[in-house]
């Protein structure tokens, strides 16, 4: 079966979506299924990334004149992180896929829709669309929504009839590690205490939210024998300042990029500080306990939901982070508060989710 993903990674897009695309692919890969991606070459895409895991890559022309480019992460002018207009993507993408015919098409982006579905739909197979918004029509066999909170119900008049809907963290898109430490992690945590707080905003973190969290963390109470693992991707444009921030650290903070062991690192942590996006179903998968940040529009409603579910605290704003980090932090010491915050993360998602997936994909059928 051949399966083709259009998404796209940016500075201002971030790098999620490419990251679960890549986490089905391997999956598909590894079960003898072949794969390419489709992205516009944005500053900060994942080019290299997807190549180095032997996948064929398409690298649509940039177009930065009408690419987004503001300093606000919370935007949800989602249409302009195409970067083009709907149709001459459209008509790139057909060009780039109508020789290699695939079976499938996974669609992630919150810029595409079911006009511009559409127009691929005589090429592939059948279309699968991963979102996170419900808030445009679709024409695909598959959609699949991952966030807490979510119900099938609102899609109803987004989808074709027939749409199957693969709603909920059961169907998160995790890579096998994560499921494959969950008892370890979990085992860890009988008797949870914070010593070791894992730091991650997001591969990119183009304000620096991460610098605001050192800076908060530094006015906090927390014990000189705290240890920090900060967390950044290498198109990070504040890396080299959270860096230098780092070593004047009252305690032992670490920064490591790229990593590739995000799976062993939440087992380590007993807190993690980061963004209220796709990551928190891995911290889930693993009985992590979070305070969680929200950068975007699109990562409220999951953020209150796990709010609601105790598995986390949710931080609204950003650039209240002296004001509100500390307190927080505070209130995590209060006995079995770390305990409780990780039974309920853990009963959130077991990290099967790109199997379950993927069987749907197979149940759905591809190319006729």
């Known amino acids: ?196 707080i894992l730091i991650s905003l997001g591969g990119v973190d183009r304000n620096n939210v991460t610098g605001q969290v050192l800076d908060a963390i530094s006015e906090s109470a927390l014990p000189a024998s705290t240890e920090l693992d900060i967390i950044m991707g290498a198109a990070a444009p504040y890396l080299d300042e959270v860096r230098q921030q780092a070593a004047r650290m009252p305690f032992r903070a670490t920064v490591s990029v790229n990593v590739t062991d995000m799976a062993e690192r939440m087992c380590l942590a007993d807190l993690s500080i980061g963004a209220a996006g796709g990551t928190s179903w891995e911290r889930c998968c693993l009985g992590l306990p979070a305070v969680l940040i929200v950068l975007a529009e699109n990562q409220v409603a999951g953020a209150t939901a796990l709010a609601a579910s105790g598995a986390a605290v949710k931080i609204d704003d950003a650039d209240q982070l002296g004001a509100t980090l500390p307190s927080a932090l505070v209130a995590l010491f209060e006995p079995g508060r770390l305990e409780r915050m990780s039974d309920a993360a853990a009963g959130i998602t077991d990290g099967d989710g790109v199997f379950r997936a993927l069987k749907a994909m197979g149940a759905a059928g591809g190319r006729d």
């Open 1 to 196: 079966m051949r399966v083709a993903f259009r998404a796209d990674a940016s500075v201002q897009i971030g790098t999620g979506h490419v990251m679960r695309c890549l986490t089905l692919a391997d999956e598909l890969t590894r079960q003898g299924h072949e794969c390419r991606f489709v992205c516009r070459e944005h500053k900060g895409h994942l080019g290299e990334l997807i190549t180095s895991k032997g996948y064929g890559l398409t690298l649509l022309p940039s177009c930065s004149d009408n690419e987004l480019d503001t300093k606000d992460s919370r935007s949800d002018n989602y249409a302009r992180w195409l970067g083009v207009p709907g149709q001459e993507d459209a008509r790139q993408t057909l060009d780039a896929l109508t020789p290699w015919q695939p079976d499938w098409l996974v669609v992630d982006h919150y810029a595409l829709d079911a006009e511009w579905e559409r127009a691929l739909a005589n090429v592939v197979g059948s279309i699968m669309v991963i979102d996170d918004l419900a808030n445009r029509c679709h024409e695909c066999a598959l959609l699949l929504d991952q966030n807490l909170g979510r119900v099938a119900s609102d899609y109803d008049d987004l989808l074709p009839n027939d749409c199957h809907r693969l709603i909920g963290p059961g169907y998160a898109l995790l890579r096998p590690e994560f499921a494959n430490l969950r008892e370890q992690s979990m085992n860890r945590r009988q008797q949870p205490a914070l010593k070791r």
